[in-house]
């Protein structure tokens, strides 16, 4: 059976991508140029917001005491998990050295890049988790100074929350500024900040253009789409439970692509009954996101078997990717991707969005073919060092002036020459590109 599309997309998030770049380039050029006062300037005219930019302590002290106790202490929780996986992800990641040929050592050393700058959306919603997936994981990095910086409201400034999750997960400065401009500010070095190394954390269209023209003179994490979720589901599973994890993912937006791949007509059918209720019974924003998110983008494929759904999934390689069927062993083995998996109706993509420890930050728009999420390998740089007795370069120094030769790079060829000359002066050696 080829696939059959039971409901099929009108639009791609490709679909919607607006002329921005033009507009963020300008915002970026001003900034770069006018400085502190141009950002303050269009913080003026964006956020709307006039207090200060980099929070006091007094502040962030102020700040979180509006935190309600019970929040503090699911974000202590969501907290210490996302610090314990950064944490075992790290010890993955190790320095080490071989002895290439005799008397050459070579290696590899893991560094932290020095400066981090952690964008945290707060606008249509306030993402405590966002602060926490993208300082947690610079801090335990191990960043020298880690910017957390997050969109203020009018009158109010960065939402309490965000402040108290930033804060507790080790931000150095908290920065009160979005979009364009405070990307700006991060990368830049305005304010009194260190220019950052690496820029992460998801945000609007207007972020996501500015860390994509700026990337090459700073590091980014990925450049984000829309969110995107992907369901597989058999005959086994709960469409009441499907239905409800595909409208949880379709609330983000209404260009957040949701998708449902089965090989259950029956259960198909049920669930695409079940949502269009579900998106009703929301609050009105969330509503009006979930609903134009399943009228254009969602979409259920009817397939033949697992193998057909898995290599669909892939074929899709979504951000958030859930298996709701048998045998999970045998979907982990054949998945190969997606950004995040949820295995099982026992875990879902909210409690990674939210407290299970893995990172949130990860790739859309079919990135996941080629790269993985937000992790503390992400600030890391891994570098070569090399060192080597007299003799032990020798093989080295004869090879590389012959291929030298060969490329036609002289140069190349004599910084081996002079080496043989001076370690081994009673010694002739072939230093020719000929056979």
């Known amino acids: 059976m080829a696939r059959e599309y039971l409901k099929k997309a009108t639009l791609t998030a490709k679909s919607d991508a607006s002329e921005v770049h033009e507009t963020v380039k300008t915002i970026l050029a001003d900034i770069e140029t006018g400085g502190d006062a141009k950002a303050m300037e269009y913080a003026a005219r964006f ?48 320095d080490m050295e071989i002895e290439i040929v005799p008397g050459l050592i070579a290696g590899q050393k893991a560094i932290p890049v020095d400066a981090a700058g952690c964008y945290v959306p707060g606008g249509r919603y306030s993402h405590i988790a966002s602060a926490i997936m993208t300082v947690t994981t610079a801090k335990v990095a191990g960043c020298r100074h880690i910017t957390a910086c997050s969109p203020p409201r009018p009158g109010v400034g960065v939402a309490p929350a965000i402040v108290y999750a930033a804060h507790i997960s080790g931000a150095d400065r908290i920065m009160a500024m979005g979009g364009v401009q405070g990307v700006a500010a991060m990368t830049f070095g305005l304010f009194g900040l260190p220019p950052a190394n690496i820029l992460v954390g998801p945000g609007n269209q207007f972020v996501a253009e500015a860390k994509r023209i700026l990337f090459g003179r700073v590091g980014i994490d990925m450049i984000a789409g829309p969110t995107d979720s992907l369901i597989l589901a ?66 259920v494929i009817l397939c033949s078997d697992r193998a057909e759904m898995a ?102 060829a004599r910084a081996a020459d002079v080496r043989l000359a001076k370690y081994f002066p009673d010694e002739t050696f072939d230093l020719t590109a000929d056979g």
């Open 47 to 94: 956020d709307r917001y006039e207090g200060n930019v980099l929070m006091t302590p007094e502040e962030i002290e102020a700040a979180c005491a509006l935190v309600p106790e019970k929040l503090k202490a699911d974000i202590r929780f969501a907290h210490d998990n996302v610090k314990r996986f950064a944490e075992k992800q790290k010890s993955t990641m190790s």
């Open 234 to 299: 058999d005959a086994q599973a709960d469409p009441m439970v499907v239905a409800t994890d595909l409208v949880s993912q379709a609330e983000h937006g209404y260009n957040s692509p949701v998708w449902l791949v089965t090989d259950d007509r029956a259960l198909a059918e049920k669930v695409m009954e079940l949502v269009p209720g579900l998106i009703e019974d929301l609050p009105e924003v969330n509503r009006e996101n979930a609903f134009a998110a399943w009228r254009d983008y969602a979409e």
């Open 311 to 412: 290599a669909c999934s892939d074929g899709y390689a979504p951000e958030h990717l859930t298996v709701q069927a048998d045998d999970l062993d045998w979907w982990l083995t054949h998945l190969t991707c997606y950004g995040s998996l949820f295995l099982g109706e026992e875990t879902t993509v909210s409690y990674g969005d939210k407290a299970t420890g893995t990172n949130h930050v990860l790739p859309t728009s079919g990135a996941a073919s080629y790269t993985g999420g937000l992790s503390v390998h992400k600030y890391m740089k891994i570098v070569t060092w090399q060192r080597a007795t007299r003799e032990g370069s020798k093989p080295v120094a004869l090879a590389t002036a012959r291929i030298s030769r060969l490329e036609g790079m002289e140069g190349h």
